[in-house]
């Protein structure tokens, strides 16, 4: 398996970088929330999931894309309105591999709007004509984490996506919010006795492109009143 100086390599490196260690080296992949990619290449998202931790008001959020990449070489992209007090997972939780197992670097920063760039540098190593995966892991401040229902949302995507899956873990006894989740297909609740929690799937069937995937979840009247104490795994 050939290896191109994978990210846990660069964590560190890339934490001192200043700016508060908003510049960290991952194996990353950037997507633009319009799609406008650079003139030299065409990407297409071909998969969506993603996981939220809700137990504390600051979530932990992994995203994991199915990416095509069509034309040219993978340069530079931007996710956009990730959420307020956005911070890149630490140790950074990442992952951008080829099918054949190949790990890619790339330049992560933390840019104005609560958005992440992601820059692959070397036009050499970078990603080229081919089927990828990503893994991107960070955390932010829920919308109305401090009420008695919760929601999160998906990027927007330039083009359609389907079989979208958000998985939320979120305190023991919470249910699906049918007053704010109507963007979804399915909905589907388990217990999770060795997380304290309750585990919500939202699923959708196919997602148009720009649609937006909103997810909403009610909480039990004792987690809505206090703060939660589970660390997010």
């Known amino acids: 398996m050939r290896t191109h ?3 846990s390599d660069y964590a560190d490196r890339g934490a001192r970088r200043g700016s508060g260690g908003s510049w960290l080296l991952a194996a990353l992949i950037w997507l633009s929330a319009t799609g406008a990619a650079r003139a030299w290449t065409e990407t297409q998202v071909t998969s969506v999931s993603a996981r939220v931790d809700a137990r ?7 995203l994991t894309l199915g990416l095509q990449v069509r034309e040219g070489w993978l340069s530079r992209f ?3 309105d990730l959420g307020p007090e956005l911070a890149l997972d630490e140790p950074p939780a990442c992952s951008f591999q080829g099918i054949d197992g190949t790990d890619y670097e790339a330049l992560v920063q933390i840019t104005p709007g609560s958005g992440l760039s992601v820059h692959f540098p070397d036009k050499r190593s970078a990603p080229k004509r081919g089927d990828y995966s990503l893994r991107l ?11 008695a229902e919760q929601h999160w949302a998906l990027p927007r995507w330039p083009e ?5 899956r958000v998985d939320v873990i979120a305190p023991r006894g919470a249910t699906p919010s049918p007053a704010r989740s109507r963007s979804h297909d399915a909905a589907e ?4 006795p ?6 919500l799937s939202f699923l959708r069937a196919e997602l148009p ?3 937006r995937f909103e997810v909403a979840w009610s909480l039990p009247a004792v987690a809505s009143r206090q703060a939660p104490r589970t660390r997010a795994v």
Do not use: F, I
């Open 56 to 62: 504390q008001a600051r979530a932990r959020v992994e």
């Open 137 to 147: 892991t960070w955390l932010s401040r829920l919308p109305g984490s401090d009420a």
């Open 78 to 80: 931007e996710l956009l």
């Open 5 to 7: 100086k994978v990210c």
């Open 189 to 192: 609740v388990r217990e999770a």
């Open 160 to 164: 359609r996506v389907a079989n979208v």
């Open 209 to 211: 492109r720009t649609a």
């Open 194 to 199: 060795e997380l304290q929690a309750s585990v």
